[in-house]
């Protein structure tokens, strides 16, 4: 049974930082594709940054230069380094796991992110 646990969300003003982080549990950790997203109210659920099991990343453009994926495999962790926040990244951030075995996909119950003007 795959577990997601995401904490670190809260309350910062525009221009500060945020560190996010996702604690699996159940898999093959160090093996699997792992990723954020958001949804914001009334919107859909966009992605915001993903990591291999090859540490590649990939960014929304919306927050290239301002966010850092990383994972720590010892941890069972994946991290969203956030910087530079804006209003606009106010949103419920979701962790994902993409299984390395089967491919199914798992979220996390989400964090809330706000960011006041």
């Known amino acids: 049974q795959v577990q997601l646990v995401e904490s670190g969300g809260g309350l910062v003003q525009a221009g500060g930082s945020l560190r996010l982080s996702c604690a699996a549990s159940?898999?093959?950790?160090?093996?699997?594709?792992m990723g954020w997203y958001r949804q914001a109210p009334g919107k859909q659920r966009e992605l915001v940054a993903t990591?291999?099991?090859?540490?590649?990343?990939n960014y929304a453009d919306s927050v290239k230069g301002r966010f850092t994926i990383s994972r720590d495999n010892n941890k069972n962790t994946v991290y969203l380094q956030m910087n530079s926040l804006k209003p606009e990244d106010t949103a419920v951030y979701y962790c994902?796991?993409?299984?390395?075995?089967?491919?199914?996909?798992?979220w996390g119950q989400g964090t809330q992110v706000t960011v006041s003007s």
């Open positions: 159940g898999s093959r950790f160090s093996l699997n594709a």
């Open positions: 994902n796991l993409v299984q390395w075995s089967t491919h199914a996909v798992y």
């Open positions: 990591i291999n099991s090859g540490d590649s990343t």
